[in-house]
């Protein structure tokens, strides 16, 4: 064998050496050359515990672990309305590994202050799951016992009625059905979630809330719904009337940071829709005063675009 072909076999193994290397450096670090996922992936609720979001991440959670093959955790990042869950997402590693809750039109709204640092239209959406109408409710035993008892108090005492919502996103659906109503009341901005405003609403300290409407079912044993959004029935509402020109919805999904891999996006949907169509999930979805929702990432990022151009600034 000639100097020539040692020294050629030489500079092979050292590539070939250097190729492993590299090539073990990634799986290790489980990255995009890797089998994804291959490590388990963090959940951010942007909501404190019991309110939409956490009962969304709770209810997925199994399935996706299951689709997956690996543990999805959930951690709570509260305040600023989402603002300071969305923001930590959008200064996660966009490789996958770190997801959240996103709740629309809140996250437009909570946008719109410059100095959240974050964009609405620039994260990766995976897909929207569950969405539900607005409802403004009193707790059981209140003297506004109707839609028409609660607009004669308003009218009799303008802006001594106290509702409650999740921070300015609460404010601007609550002031489209003001408006719509021609009353005036006083709004009480709740940081942290739905979570936080129920006990404010039980323990009387506000004369109504409005939210969501699974919130109202959830609660109806000791809250009344007076009335809720849009022109159709919620089942499980049965009773409560509408208003056709409130055009309140509230949205759950689940996100990424901004620039995460269309691959892993496409793995991270195809087991959200996997999740979501499991009947427990779906059977829950829809008692729970929710309407369920099936996306594709597109349609996703599509469906937030609108909601900029609606609530944007």
């Known amino acids: 064998m000639t100097k020539h072909t040692y020294l050629q076999k030489g500079i092979l193994a050292a590539v070939a050496g250097t190729v492993l290397a590299i090539s073990g450096g990634t799986a290790i670090a489980g990255g995009h050359g890797a089998k994804y996922p291959n490590k388990p992936i963090t959940f ?139 009353i005036k009341y006083t709004y009480v901005p709740v940081s942290g979630g739905v979570g936080k405003m129920i006990p404010m609403l039980l323990g009387n300290h506000v004369n109504a809330g409005m939210t969501a409407s699974n919130h109202a079912v959830k609660h109806k044993a000791k809250l009344d719904a007076l009335v809720v959004a849009g022109s159709k029935e919620v089942p499980a509402l049965g009773g409560v009337p509408n208003e056709a020109k409130w055009a309140y919805m509230t949205t759950w999904g689940v996100m990424a940071p901004p620039g995460t891999p269309a691959d892993r996006v496409k793995i991270l949907n195809a087991a959200l829709i996997k999740a979501t169509r499991a009947p427990s999930v779906a059977n829950a979805i829809s008692k729970g005063g929710y309407e369920n929702m099936y996306q594709t990432p597109a349609e996703a990022t599509a469906y937030v675009g609108a909601a900029v151009k609606k609530f944007g600034k």
């Open 44 to 182: 951010i609720v942007p909501y404190s515990p019991g309110g939409g979001s956490d009962q969304q991440a709770r209810r997925l959670q199994p399935g996706l672990e299951k689709a997956l093959g690996v543990k999805v955790r959930i951690i709570y990042k509260t305040g600023g309305g989402g603002a300071v869950g969305f923001g930590e997402l959008w200064r996660s590693k966009a490789d996958g590994y770190t997801i959240s809750n996103v709740v629309v039109p809140n996250i437009v709204i909570a946008g719109n202050k410059p100095s959240v640092g974050f964009k609405a239209g620039k994260f990766s959406y995976i897909g929207m799951t569950e969405r539900a109408v607005g409802a403004l409710m009193v707790p059981k035993g209140s003297k506004l016992t109707s839609l028409k008892a609660f607009i004669a108090a308003t009218k009799a005492n303008p802006g001594k009625i106290t509702v409650a919502g999740v921070g300015s996103t609460g404010k601007v659906n609550m002031q489209a059905l003001a408006d719509i109503l021609g």
